[in-house]
Structure formats: structure tokens, C-alpha cells
């Protein structure tokens, strides 16, 4: 089964920005959208961004649009997540997902990357 690693996760200062990173680790693997989804300590995981591959449309949580931006390869299988103008509120764990067909939901997960911002 496909492997997805998060790199580049950290500590930051609200107004800050990190850059996360998602490579496949089959160049192989072909999918219909990749995303990001974060989790927030004693809360749910929650849907931040997406990509679909074909169209190239991107969709985004309301409070993250203007400040977050994705993007990737889809013939590398890499995904990026730049964001930019950090809040407290954006503390989680965030994991790269992957969706394999129309209609499949995301259903590769990579293992997750811890970003911080603090106040």
C-alpha cells in the first residue's frame, strides 16, 4: 500500500509561515485528488485543503482561504501546503491524504505533522 510522509511541521509565531511537504512513496501511484486535513488536540480532524488532479480546482476550509495555498505534482506525487499569516487556531496535527478514485473519500493517510503557532 502506498506511503504518504508529511515533512515540515514546527514551532512558529502567529503571523509566521511554514511550507508542508507530501511525497508518495510510489512515483507510480496515481490518484484522483490529494489533500490536507488537520487535527487539533481533543478535537476532530477537519477537512483544511484539496487538490483534484484533473482540473487542477482547489477547495479550501473558509478560515484558511487567502492565507493557505495548495499546490503539487501529480506526476511526482509531491503536495505542498504554504501558509502563510499563522493563528493559534491553526495548532494540529496535519495529515496528507489522498483520495484514489471520484467519490472514495480520502483513503490513504500519511502519518501526520505537528505545527504549533504561538501567540
Known amino acids: 500500500q502506498v506511503q504518504l510522509v508529511e515533512a515540515g511541521g514546527g514551532v512558529v509565531q502567529a503571523g509566521g509561515s511554514l511550507r508542508l511537504s507530501c511525497a508518495a512513496s510510489?512515483?507510480?501511484?496515481?490518484?484522483?485528488?490529494m489533500g490536507w486535513v488537520r487535527q487539533a488536540l481533543g478535537k476532530g480532524r477537519e477537512f483544511v485543503a484539496q487538490?483534484?488532479?484533473?482540473?487542477?480546482?482547489?477547495y479550501y476550509l473558509e478560515s484558511v482561504k487567502g492565507r493557505f495555498t495548495i499546490s503539487g505534482d501529480n506526476a511526482g506525487n509531491t503536495l505542498h501546503l504554504q501558509m502563510n499569516n499563522l493563528k493559534p487556531e491553526d495548532t494540529a496535527v496535519y495529515y496528507c491524504?489522498?483520495?484514489?478514485?471520484?467519490?472514495?473519500?480520502?483513503?490513504?493517510w500519511g502519518q501526520g505533522t505537528q505545527v504549533t503557532v504561538s501567540s
Open positions: 510510489e512515483r507510480t501511484f496515481s490518484n484522483y485528488a
Open positions: 487538490i483534484t488532479w484533473g482540473d487542477s480546482k482547489t
Open positions: 491524504a489522498a483520495a484514489s478514485r471520484p467519490g472514495s473519500g480520502f483513503d490513504a
